[in-house]
Nanobody, 119 residues
Framework: EVQLVESGGGLVQPGGSLRLSCAASGFSFSDYAMSWVRQAPGKGLEWVSTSDSAGGETAYVNSVKGRFTISRDNANNTLYLQMNSLKPEDTAVYYC????????????WGQGTQVTVSS
């Protein structure tokens, strides 16, 4: 059974940092690209970042470039999102998702972790 379990969210002041983690199990983690997707209150899903299977190639939505860093530890089946210089508009539930190869979509999602940026 595929499981994705996020952790690391919380309340942080503007300008602060958080590191999200996503523990994966039930599939060969190192074989798949993985992504972070967020949903702000009252808004739709927004893709944030993707890492290829090895972690060598990454991509980010423009609004987080230079502030967020996606990484992965394939030995420990864990995906990370380091978030620096956080802004109130980063407030959202953050989900990790397993990419469905060739479809530009995701076939498994975690339960999400809440990130709130507020003073």
């Amino acid at each position: 059974e595929v499981q994705l379990v996020e952790s690391g969210g919380g309340l942080v002041q503007p300008g602060g940092s958080l590191r999200l983690s996503c523990a994966a199990s039930g599939f060969s983690f190192s074989d798949y690209a993985m992504s972070w997707v967020r949903q702000a209150p009252g808004k739709g899903l927004e893709w944030v970042s993707t890492s290829d299977s090895a972690g060598g190639e990454t991509a980010y939505v423009n609004s987080v470039k230079g502030r967020f860093t996606i990484s992965r530890d394939n030995a420990n089946n864990t995906l990370y999102l380091q978030m620096n210089s956080l802004k109130p508009e980063d407030t959202a539930v953050y989900y990790c998702a397993k990419d469905l190869p060739g479809f530009g979509a995701y076939d498994y999602w975690g339960q999400g972790t809440q990130v709130t940026v507020s003073s």
